[in-house]
């Protein structure tokens, strides 16, 4: 994994491999708070379950999260719940209200939105946004963590200090 803080604070990291990305998706785990929320972008394949994933396992999740077949979100269970939404079949906005987002953002939960674009408007201001990009390898991914608000440029924060103890071996 290779890190890169940029001046507007936003934080790239590079993944060399799956299991890297699994990794950092643990570490941020550790750091995550109820109310945090995460919007995940990029292609298909571009490792953004993966990472959630990763995210279960670092909260000691009951199960590890998947690819969402059919429901649109997904509650795990651990030392702090996530909700996992993947929109991608969302067919329009109207199937968003059954799901009450703003309610569940009160919750005591984080919360982490693949494909989220359409649940953005109804959502809270501030927020990380996540773009995945494929590499110039082929197992190779591009994370950047791009923070609206406070919290999320702490968590940043946090994770380049997590990540920098890591690469250090500390
Ligand atoms: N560095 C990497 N990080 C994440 N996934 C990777 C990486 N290199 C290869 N892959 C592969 O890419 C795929 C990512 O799938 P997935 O996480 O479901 O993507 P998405 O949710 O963005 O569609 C997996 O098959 C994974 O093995
Ligand atoms: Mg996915």
Known sequence: MRIRKEPDETLMIWSDSPAETEELGKILGGIL????????????????????????????????????????????????????????????????????????????AAMMIEWGEPAKEVLASTYMEV?????????QRVLTFHPEGERYRQINHLLGVELEKTATGK
């Open 33 to 108: 708070q109820p109310g945090d929320l995460f919007f995940l972008s990029g292609d298909l394949g571009s490792g953004k379950t993966l990472f959630v994933r990763g995210v279960t396992l670092g909260l000691a999740s009951t199960e590890a999260a998947t690819s969402p077949t059919f429901a649109l979100i997904h509650r795990y269970e651990g030392k702090l719940p996530l909700y996992h939404l993947d929109l991608y079949r969302l067919s329009s906005a109207a199937e968003l209200i059954p799901l009450d987002l703003e309610e569940l953002c009160q919750e005591e």
């Open 131 to 139: 773009v995945f990009t494929r590499g110039e390898e082929e197992e």
